[in-house]
């Protein structure tokens, strides 16, 4: 019995181990070739997996021999593990595999990392790319991963050199908002620049950026020529605004010196999307394009004593978005006093009144003031708006509207009129860039119709939520319908 109670427990745990290769769920390069050396932080972007067969993955992008400050030990040298753990494949047998010219489509055998783990092969083998940068460019790499025919094929390269082999990777407050630390070198605290496939020395970035709402630089950034300090990008003597470049105008870089960085402003003008393009051989950056988005969040929270959650974090009301920078909520309210906090704790950015204790007149705005963090930074105000005994118990809807940095709290509208249903699914229209944006209620569908001002149909189109809408230069009527709602129409100009 003790017997074969040994060989099952045996089999099961061959099966966990062949399972735990054959079927991993990303895989990631690591090594200085990708801007670090060995910190699971510094992997790689996440290879894609097949559709059809989970065992295999595939690589479309560039890999260098590296040009900035690594451990010239194993300079070059780099391997695949499965993301926030060691486990990986390596080249079979027991020494290094560097890469050449011959092995473009040709079948490369590979081994995982249990095999030297379980004593069968001792090796810890790594791949490697030339010191004579001849093996520098853009691959294609098929990886099959599963037991018995793990294999890696460069199915194509393209040589591309680079003074940049590791990339360019943007680090600093805009991009730590998972909340789970503010250490700039964390993974998922940091952005790998995308590389240009025409210019090899070229880099972009397009994407969201927000100021943070932790740590101590929260809007600060600035860029690092690998997964570490040393080499680095500033944008001169001096921090510097990201909405004060001007859109498609270079602006120089310094490379070292001051240790200043770009900074998104604290007031939120710099939340955003942002397309921007940096030149690091001429040492410039150019804003291609930049949308304010006042906030993507989808819901904020009211919490105090007089709503229904009382001052617990936890039991806050949600105010929905209805539309851009829009958010609204319908309920009770108590006498006392209140603020909006951005998720439902305390230690995150919230929106308060600009004197204390500020009375809430029904049907009149108040001014919103942000404050990021006055808790864990000591600064700025708490002031609270406050519903008077007055109107205690009555049913309200509060409106906070990011465009105009308002509060305004009034009755709410009997709901027999039709009317709250009604605004509840009208939009935001407004122009930028040559476009015409329509951003709706999430889940909603629309139908928009534009017509010119002499009365002909020049687009049409049916849409959930928001959409964009390319027009030549000129002045248009847009009628716009959610399904079961009545047509809104506004006269726009681009």
Same mark, same amino acid.
């Given at each position: 019995?003790?017997?074969?109670?040994? !060989?099952? +427990?045996?089999?099961?745990?061959?099966?966990?181990?062949?399972?735990?290769?054959?079927?991993?769920?990303? !895989?990631?390069? =690591?090594?200085?070739?990708?801007?670090?050396?060995?910190?699971?932080? $510094?992997?790689?972007?996440?290879?894609?997996?097949?559709?059809?067969?989970?065992? =295999?993955?595939?690589?479309?992008?560039?890999?260098?021999?590296?040009?900035?400050?690594?451990?010239?030990?194993?300079?070059?040298?780099?391997?695949?593990?499965?993301?926030?753990?060691?486990?990986?494949?390596?080249?079979?047998?027991?020494?290094?595999?560097?890469?050449?010219?011959?092995?473009?489509?040709?079948?490369?055998?590979?081994? +995982?990392?249990?095999?030297?783990?379980?004593?069968?092969?001792?090796?810890?083998?790594?791949?490697?790319?030339?010191?004579?940068?001849?093996?520098?460019?853009?691959?294609?790499?098929?990886?099959?991963?599963?037991?018995?025919?793990?294999?890696?094929?460069?199915?194509?390269?393209?040589?591309?050199?680079?003074?940049?082999?590791?990339?360019?990777?943007?680090?600093?407050?805009?991009?730590?908002?998972?909340? %789970?630390?503010?250490?700039?070198?964390?993974?998922?605290?940091?952005?790998?620049?995308?590389?240009?496939?025409?210019?090899?020395?070229?880099?972009?970035?397009?994407?969201?950026?927000?100021?943070?709402?932790?740590?101590?630089?929260?809007?600060?950034? #600035?860029?690092?020529?690998?997964?570490?300090?040393?080499?680095?990008?500033?944008?001169?003597?001096?921090?510097?605004?990201?909405?004060?470049?001007?859109?498609?105008?270079?602006?120089?870089?310094?490379?070292?010196? /001051?240790?200043?960085?770009?900074?998104?402003?604290?007031?939120?003008?710099?939340?955003?999307?942002?397309?921007? &393009?940096?030149?690091?051989?001429? @040492?410039?950056?150019?804003?291609?394009?930049?949308?304010?988005?006042?906030?993507?969040?989808?819901?904020?929270?009211?919490?105090? $004593?007089?709503?229904?959650?009382?001052?617990?974090?936890?039991?806050?009301?949600?105010?929905?978005? &209805?539309?851009?920078?829009?958010?609204?909520?319908?309920?009770?309210?108590?006498?006392?006093?209140?603020?909006?906090?951005? @998720?439902?704790?305390?230690?995150?950015?919230?929106?308060?009144?600009?004197?204390?204790?500020?009375?809430?007149?029904?049907?009149?705005?108040?001014? !919103? @003031?942000? %404050?990021?963090?006055?808790?864990?930074?000591?600064?700025?105000?708490?002031? #609270?708006?406050?519903?008077?005994?007055?109107?205690?118990?009555?049913?309200?809807?509060?409106?906070?509207?990011? /465009?105009?940095? &308002?509060?305004?709290?009034?009755?709410?509208?009997?709901?027999? +009129?039709? =009317?709250?249903?009604?605004?509840?699914?009208?939009?935001?229209?407004?122009?930028?860039?040559?476009?015409?944006? =329509?951003?709706?209620?999430?889940?909603?569908?629309?139908?928009?119709?534009?017509?010119? !001002?002499?009365?002909?149909?020049?687009?049409?189109?049916?849409?959930?939520?928001?959409?964009?809408?390319?027009?030549?230069?000129?002045?248009?009527?847009?009628?716009? +319908?959610?399904?079961?709602?009545?047509?809104?129409?506004? #006269?726009?100009?681009?």
């Amino acid at each position: 019995m003790k017997q074969m109670k040994t !060989l099952l +427990t045996a089999a099961l745990c061959g099966l966990f181990s062949v399972s735990a290769f054959a079927w991993p769920d990303n !895989l990631f390069f =690591i090594g200085s070739p990708f801007g670090g050396e060995w910190s699971l932080d $510094a992997r790689s972007e996440a290879f894609t997996k097949d559709a059809d067969d989970p065992t =295999i993955f595939y690589y479309d992008g560039y890999i260098g021999y590296p040009t900035h400050e690594v451990n010239d030990k194993e300079r070059g040298l780099f391997k695949i593990v499965d993301g926030p753990a060691w486990n990986g494949f390596h080249p079979a047998g027991s020494s290094n595999y560097m890469l050449s010219m011959d092995d473009v489509n040709k079948t490369l055998q590979m081994k +995982t990392t249990a095999d030297y783990n379980n004593g069968t092969d001792p090796g810890d083998t790594k791949w490697g790319l030339p010191a004579d940068h001849s093996m520098d460019g853009w691959y294609n790499i098929k990886f099959t991963t599963a037991p018995g025919n793990r294999t890696m094929t460069i199915t194509s390269f393209t040589k591309a050199e680079s003074q940049f082999t590791q990339g360019l990777f943007l680090m600093g407050g805009p991009f730590v908002n998972n909340g %789970e630390g503010t250490d700039w070198l964390k993974y998922n605290n940091f952005v790998r620049m995308e590389r240009d496939r025409d210019n090899a020395d070229l880099f972009h970035f397009r994407g969201y950026m927000e100021r943070a709402q932790w740590g101590n630089e929260p809007g600060m950034f #600035k860029i690092l020529t690998k997964h570490g300090w040393g080499t680095e990008f500033h944008p001169g003597e001096s921090n510097v605004a990201l909405t004060s470049y001007t859109i498609g105008q270079a602006q120089t870089m310094t490379l070292d010196g /001051n240790d200043t960085k770009w900074e998104l402003p604290e007031n939120g003008s710099g939340n955003g999307y942002w397309e921007f &393009t940096v030149d690091p051989v001429n @040492k410039t950056m150019t804003v291609n394009s930049f949308t304010h988005d006042f906030d993507y969040f989808t819901e904020m929270y009211l919490v105090g $004593a007089a709503m229904p959650g009382g001052w617990e974090a936890a039991d806050a009301v949600t105010l929905a978005r &209805t539309s851009r920078g829009v958010y609204t909520w319908t309920g009770t309210v108590t006498a006392g006093d209140f603020k909006v906090i951005r @998720k439902k704790n305390f230690s995150s950015g919230c929106y308060v009144a600009n004197t204390e204790n500020e009375a809430i007149v029904l049907g009149t705005a108040n001014n !919103l @003031k942000y %404050e990021r963090n006055y808790m864990l930074h000591n600064s700025g105000n708490d002031y #609270k708006f406050v519903i008077g005994e007055a109107d205690a118990n009555k049913e309200v809807t509060i409106t906070m509207d990011l /465009n105009t940095m &308002t509060l305004l709290v009034e009755e709410a509208k009997n709901p027999s +009129t039709g =009317i709250d249903g009604i605004e509840a699914q009208l939009a935001t229209v407004y122009v930028q860039g040559g476009q015409l944006f =329509i951003d709706g209620v999430a889940g909603t569908d629309y139908t928009a119709s534009v017509y010119s !001002l002499d009365g002909r149909e020049v687009s049409r189109a049916a849409f959930t939520g928001s959409t964009a809408i390319a027009l030549p230069q000129g002045s248009y009527v847009l009628t716009l +319908t959610p399904a079961g709602g009545q047509p809104q129409t506004v #006269k726009v100009a681009l």
